[in-house]
């Protein structure tokens, strides 16, 4: 259930607006079947008809007496308006009935009702037909200046309709709305970001692709300051932000890619990508000592500007950066502070194979974890989303199935305790860490099909144990994401992957995507460039001439 209040000071305009067709004033949300289903005593209206123009006139009227007798003013308006409405699509309409006890309940809840020495408020409940995205839903508009002239307080009214709502989806059986806790749930893109994603044609909005690369290099990292180096290998711009003390200690970050349109780089920070991928979250999933800060802070870089701790000239102003310079200062430009970390190296095909069985092995462990115990299950979601990102940035030129499971299992693995020190009881610590530096940095062959099929399947049957962790805690709306959206798009990616034909069309051009050859410019700054003239065959030679680790989890602790 969705609430949303807005504030105003003309309570009859406000009713003319409710009974009218709502064509003029919200397109693509007219109204039908209009009805008052529920009122305060005072307010003498007929309830479940159409009312006419003059009985319109006349309840706006009645509602705004209290202020206009009294000639109380409020500075944002002394008409308090919410509606409500249910998800169009899966939710039940409820009844008349049902929508009145809500109104009621809200009433109350908000205190608008009379009480011990408070005199209620005027209120009335409308009720429109369908919405154009098919939400059932009701209007209630309330008078905050009471029958004796003082004045209601809204005081935290968004919290306590938020509690209200949870009490309605639990009543009624409605869809539960993630995230109305505080910190569960990742921030959706803004209308302005999808239609700027529209616009320059992109798959997903620039904050969800950063999000997927964010959490896929920090899956595979088993220190911070190899995940600043996944993050500029990726062709990001990795930005620190440091505490008011001094640059030596960084307390966060940003990211950012190259612009589409070639305007002002936008930088995101990592928290608001998703809750799990703050820099303090990550940093307890590593659990680094002081020596592994030292080097992170040497691979973040420091301002040469001095005193300097953030990008804020001044208060609420911040630089702007175009992308040649972001790129030099914080991105794949800088050069990094060591050569050869784990990044670099290479792993032999035959570990897409072992890769799947480490996954089976991480499900058969997952059935001694507590179906209550949330901050393990998150980890696991999030240690399986970490994977798949990493597979889809190496397998989805566009992101397609992968990064739609990666995406669903991402959002089981938010919440306010995100984040622990260890693994999941039971589950070896580094195990999925070193699963994701597979993901990037095994050699792709004609013969990994098979080895594909395998992975997937056993990431399948982690989402369905997730799934059946969420049922257990009572968290419907989770566990269905799970079982429709993450099942069918990982059942269509083992579809996709699970052909030769397929392996055989992805090789050429992931072999011509890992090729780097790299040049130093005279200030010995590692530049990566990936030449189109790689042909399978060199892959092989390509490779040899690296290092091939054994199978070992990566460096740290953690997923």
Request: net charge negative.
């Amino acid at each position: 259930m969705i609430a949303k209040v807005t504030r105003g000071s003309d309570m009859p305009h406000l009713i003319r607006y409710l009974f009218s067709d709502g064509a003029q004033e919200a397109k693509g949300n007219e109204h039908e079947d209009q009805r008052v289903i529920a009122a305060d005593e005072s307010v003498d209206v007929a309830f479940g008809v159409m009312l006419s123009s003059g009985e319109q006139t006349r309840l706006g009227l009645v509602l705004d007496a209290p202020s206009a007798v009294y000639g109380t003013e409020i500075g944002a308006g002394h008409v308090w308006h919410l509606s409500l409405a249910t998800k169009g699509g899966s939710d039940r309409d409820l009844s008349d009935e049902e929508w009145s006890e809500v109104v009621h309940g809200v009433v109350a809840q908000l205190g608008f009702d009379s009480g011990v020495d408070q005199a209620p408020c005027r209120w009335v409940a409308v009720r429109h037909g369908k919405s154009a995205n098919e939400n059932d839903h009701i209007h209630l508009a309330v008078n905050l200046v009471r029958e004796d002239g003082r004045v209601a307080s809204t005081s935290n009214d968004f919290r306590k309709l938020s509690r209200l709502c949870r009490d309605m989806e639990a009543r009624y059986g409605l869809t539960v709305v993630e995230g109305r806790v505080k910190g569960t749930a990742i921030p959706a893109p803004k209308r302005a970001e999808l239609e700027k994603a529209e616009r320059l044609g992109r798959g997903d909005p620039e904050r969800i692709e950063l999000a997927r690369i964010v959490r896929a290099a920090a899956q595979a990292s088993g220190t911070e300051d190899e995940f600043v180096r996944r993050l500029r290998d990726a062709d990001l711009a990795a930005k620190p932000r440091y505490d008011r003390s001094g640059t030596h200690r960084v307390v966060g970050y940003s990211v950012a890619q190259e612009p589409r349109d070639g305007g002002q780089v936008v930088f995101f920070a990592g928290g608001t990508l998703a809750r799990d991928l703050s820099l303090p979250a990550l940093r307890r999933q590593w659990n680094e000592a002081q020596g592994g800060r030292l080097e992170a802070a040497a691979e973040w870089g420091q301002y040469e500007r001095t005193g300097a701790t953030s990008d804020e000239l001044r208060p609420g102003r911040y630089r702007l950066y175009e992308w040649r310079e972001a790129a030099a200062e914080w991105g794949p430009g800088r050069p990094a502070s060591i050569d050869g970390g784990p990044e670099r190296a290479i792993y032999d095909p035959c570990q897409w194979h072992e890769a799947g069985q480490r996954i089976g092995g991480v499900v058969r462990s997952l059935a001694d974890v507590a179906l209550d115990d949330t901050v393990a299950w998150r980890r696991a979601a999030g240690d399986a989303a970490g994977v798949l990102a990493g597979l889809s940035g190496r397998l989805e030129a566009v992101p397609g199935p992968i990064a739609r499971a990666s995406d669903v299992l991402a959002k089981s693995a938010q919440g306010r305790d995100t984040g622990g020190a260890t693994a999941p009881a039971g589950v070896p610590s580094g195990t999925m860490r070193t699963v994701a530096a597979v993901m990037a940095q095994a050699q792709i062959t004609d013969e990994v099909a098979l080895a594909w099929q395998l992975m997937l399947t056993e990431l399948l049957r982690l989402a369905q144990a997730i799934q059946q962790a969420h049922l257990a805690r009572a968290e419907t709306g989770q566990a269905g994401r799970l079982a429709d959206e993450a099942r069918s798009a990982l059942d269509e990616a083992r579809v996709q992957l699970g052909s030769s034909q397929r392996v055989a069309e992805l090789v050429p051009a992931l072999v011509e995507a890992v090729r780097e050859e790299e040049e130093r410019d005279e200030r010995g700054t590692v530049r990566r460039k990936r030449s189109s003239a790689v042909r399978p065959e060199e892959y092989a030679a390509m490779a040899a001439r690296k290092r091939s680790p054994q199978w070992e989890p990566a460096r740290g602790s953690g997923r």
